[in-house]
């Protein structure tokens, strides 16, 4: 599994039986995944653009959209390319990501989340700004937190720039990287991609190896 955090979907997989390599950036979340003592699955901390494993596996998922941080063209090249080479032949590749209809069809908006307990009060302000020459959102994730026994306040800023993907896009990286589509769907319910679907699915098959 590309992007496999904390191993909250390997928990899952673990139960039906599944042997799962999970590659993850992230230390801390490859800590957190570990000390899950999840069976059958082993967290790997790497970068999902050049990790190398000697093993071939028979399908590789990387879920919510951790395709669509791959921003560059480069980027999603040298990932398609180590995908095809750790699948054996006829091997799956399932990925989800942005859907560019979706995303032109209906502009991000500033989007404002409250939440609190006893002790924290918490504002996240979500406002993305377009790229319409690459097709990238740039999410601007602002979190306010107040801590409400003593009145202190801290602020989290973050950026998350999204790509978003057309299925023609994602059919020429399939060629070029020695893979078919399969299937293409709305993450989730199986519908059909259309200009309200901003989550799709990919279906790829191994059909031979990349040179």
């Not at 494993?53 to 398609?80: E, G, M, P």
């Not at 996240?124 to 003593?150: C, G, H, P, W």
């Not at 893979?179 to 319910?189: D, P, T």
Request: proline fraction near 3%.
């Amino acid at each position: 599994e590309l992007g496999c955090g904390s191993g909250s979907h390997a928990m899952y997989l673990s139960k039906e039986g599944f042997q799962i390599t999970g590659i993850e950036r992230s230390p801390e979340m490859v800590d957190i995944a570990r000390k899950k003592n999840i069976q059958g699955f082993e967290p790997i901390v790497g970068n999902i653009e050049d990790f190398s494993l000697d093993k071939r596996f028979d399908s590789v998922i990387s879920l919510f959209h951790v395709i669509s941080y791959l921003t560059t063209n480069d980027a999603l090249l040298k990932c398609f390319k180590q995908v095809n080479r750790h699948l054996k032949q006829g091997g799956i590749f399932l990925f989800d990501t942005w859907f560019t209809p979706a995303v032109y069809t209906q502009i991000p908006d500033t989007r404002i989340r409250r939440l609190e307990d006893d002790g924290i009060e918490v504002v996240r302000i979500a406002e993305s700004t377009m790229d319409y020459f690459n097709n990238i959102v740039n999410v601007n994730f602002e979190v306010l937190i107040k801590d409400k026994q003593n009145g202190r306040s801290e602020t989290i800023k973050e950026v998350h720039p999204m790509r978003h993907f057309s299925i023609g896009e994602i059919s020429f990286l399939a060629l070029h990287c020695g893979f078919e589509v399969i299937l293409e769907e709305e993450f989730l319910s199986g519908a059909k991609p259309g200009k309200d679907t901003w989550g799709v699915c990919f279906v790829l098959k191994k059909i031979k190896d990349h040179e």
